[in-house]
């Protein structure tokens, strides 16, 4: 993940711009996809090629500091898990866009990017957006090819 990525936390990001929920990781995988190809390379999101398509295989590690640090709650009590900001998270990201925009020339375009994603593909099934054309490519690929 290059510097800007990590200062920039795209996957806070997206989850965010979905307003604090997402319903699946695989769905959540699928958008980050979706960015990294938005961002045309600019991106070092790693993914690779799994089961079901592309995989970003640093989401789980990501996912786990966010909930530990109180700002991301999973319900795996059913399928597909339910991922949500936590009131502290939406504080967190309410502060920390505006504190980016500020500071960073850099975030607006981020920011872009996101929404744009999440306009685009937000209400869609992870099912769903498996079926495009980008997706149904990189599937071509051997399991565990980075992409």
Same mark, same amino acid.
């Given at each position: ?18 307003? /604090? ?6 769905? #959540? ?5 979706? @960015?990294?190809?938005?961002?045309? /390379? ?12 592309? #995989? ?9 500091? @966010? ?8 319900? &795996? ?5 339910? !991922?949500?900001?936590?009131?502290? +998270? ?5 502060? #920390? ?9 850099? #975030?607006?375009?981020?920011? &872009? ?8 593909? +937000? /209400?869609?099934?992870?099912?769903? !957006? ?12 051997? @399991? /565990?090819? &980075?992409?």
């Amino acid at each position: 993940m290059t510097d800007e990525d990590k200062s920039h936390h795209p996957r806070l990001m997206v989850l965010h711009e979905s307003g /604090g929920h997402i319903e699946g990781r695989a769905k #959540f995988h699928k958008l980050l996809y979706k @960015y990294r190809g938005e961002e045309d /390379g600019r991106s070092s999101i790693e993914q690779i090629r799994e089961e079901r398509g592309p #995989f970003d295989p640093g989401l789980s590690k990501a996912m786990q500091r @966010y909930v530990d640090l109180g700002i991301v709650e999973v319900d &795996e009590s059913d399928e597909p898990h339910k !991922i949500g900001e936590t009131e502290k +998270g939406e504080r967190y990201m309410s502060g #920390f866009e505006r504190t980016k925009s500020r500071l960073d020339s850099k #975030f607006a375009r981020t920011k &872009e990017f996101v929404a744009d994603v999440v306009d685009k593909h +937000g /209400g869609r099934s992870a099912r769903d !957006i498996v079926q495009d054309e980008d997706v149904q490519e990189d599937k071509d690929n051997p @399991y /565990g090819k &980075e992409l």
